[in-house]
């Protein structure tokens, strides 16, 4: 019991920082950001669908106008022509100014107030709007900052970002922005990543990473994103050279550009999440003294829920050099101290595969099951995609227990772990060579467990061993590392990409991989305690699969969700 408690607190650990912050009540101190008093704009803005052009849209227009005017701000309205077939509309940005102190520069939030002519836009984009409109609040309450901030409320994002594009060419604010901060969303609910930046990114990761370490990012998400069919306003700023960062919040895809992204699906959360990082940055950036500045890329991600490590491509050669080097060590000393055998090694990486088959059977199976069940709308489990994406987890839970717990010979140990290293090792090479930004996934989970087999290595050949309490405690200290990183990729993928068969196939592959990995604190099981554990598993997988598949006959009704099936697919 004592090693699933561990297991329970360490999942906790790398999970904690994808729980948002709890909403902050309208009756708070005028000096806090309140998601509450927020959403009282976002009932407002989000009543009716707001395409550029419509009645609705003009009504909210007029809306920030008149609270940002009861602020007392500085503003002006940028308005541009659009040519919508024979009929030329009049478009208009709202942008408010609160002047810093002394200001070097100018820091520029944005989030656009048009919406999809399918959905009122309740996440895309007024949850930011809204968001926007508190922050307002939130500065005229609060000492004045160094630097000047700019507001911009965009139009015509929806139909080819228009409002920025105007922005940039005509209006003279923007000569002073140096640093832009864009809020979308794409989801209703979940935390809010930071996944876009600029390039040469040198400068603001390591920023964000002294402002708020706690903000979700890393450079495999920016990676997926240039693969998925999107863009937005930020992208315009990019092209015209602009250092800054993109934030979303991505779950409940489902509802976005929806008749289904209306208030109600808004998370509270969520909406906090994008304010807290707002004033963090308003904060941090707006007593800045140095221009903010071009430096070279560096690879970055989370380990901890107060941690962003990021290191330039110097150390990341090193460090993919210092992986192999240890899977090289471990191997020849394997060999020299006959530990291991070629044949050993060869029939585990069978095993590996073998299993793998198996898991990619059960998952064909699976979803033959909901093509019969929904053979027109096998997309329907989307909105019911939480409840499958949780039996996946504890089904190849399941199967990593029953194989390892039950088929693995413990004479073989040495062997089996380097064979299933193996495929991890080539992943790893693939990665530095093609696709370095997502090479922090095999590299940093493959460390410390390199060196967990170096020190049973070495206590092997000294014929020592270590007690229970010593050995939990070093595997525990070994798996958070691997946990922190490989669990929050799963989630991203999940979340990013949304529920599909080749996204179940390749986050089993990936669960199955942080399994093993964390194998060392299974094998302090009680082998009977591992046998009811696994058969618990298999169980909990079944009925959340048939809860899942039973449940989605309440959203055969519901629309399409949009496809983010990424250009690799």
Known sequence: MLVFFALVLLLALSLFKYFPPSPVSEKASLDKFSSERAMKHLRFIARKPRPSGSAYHLEVKKYLINYLNDLGLEIQIQTFPYARGKKDLWLS????????????????????????????????????????????????????????????????????????????????????????????ARGSRGPVFMFETNEENGWIIKELAKAAPWVISNSLIYEVYKRLPLSGDFSVFKEAGFVGLNFAYIDGSHVFH???????????????????????????????ESA????????????????????????????????????????????VKKIITLKEILLNLLFFFLQLLFLIILIFLAWMIIRISFPTKEWVIKYNDRTFFWSLIFLSLAVHNLTQGFFRKEKQYFSFELAWLFPWLCLLIISFNVLPSANFIFLWPMLPYSFWLLLNLILKVKNETMSFSISLLISAAFAWPILSILGPCIYLIFSGLTLNFLTSLLIIFILSYLYFLINPIFNLMDQRFRLFFTFCCFLVAFILFIIGVHSSQAYLSYPRPSDFTPQWF
């Open 93 to 184: 940005n709202v942008i408010a100014r609160i002047p810093g102190r002394n200001s070097n520069y100018a820091l520029l939030f944005v989030a656009h107030y048009d919406s999809v002519e399918d959905g009122p836009g309740a996440n895309d984009d007024g949850a930011a709007v809204a968001a926007l409109l508190e922050m307002a609040r939130w500065l005229k309450a609060t000492p004045q900052l160094k630097n000047d901030i700019i507001l911009l409320f965009s139009d015509g994002e929806e139909i080819g970002s228009l409002g920025v594009r105007a922005f940039l060419s005509e209006y003279s604010w923007c000569q002073k922005v140096a640093l832009v901060f864009n809020f979308e």
């Open 258 to 288: 929806q008749y289904l992204d209306d208030i109600s699906s808004v998370s509270q959360r969520s909406l906090q999440n994008q304010g807290k990082i707002m004033v963090t940055l308003a904060k941090y950036f707006g007593e800045q």
């Open 292 to 335: 903010p500045l071009l430096a070279k890329d560096v690879f970055y991600f989370n380990f901890s829920p107060f941690l962003i490590i990021y290191y330039t491509k110097t150390l990341f050669s090193l460090l993919n050099a210092v992986a192999v080097s240890l899977f090289l060590i471990l191997l020849a000393s394997g060999f």
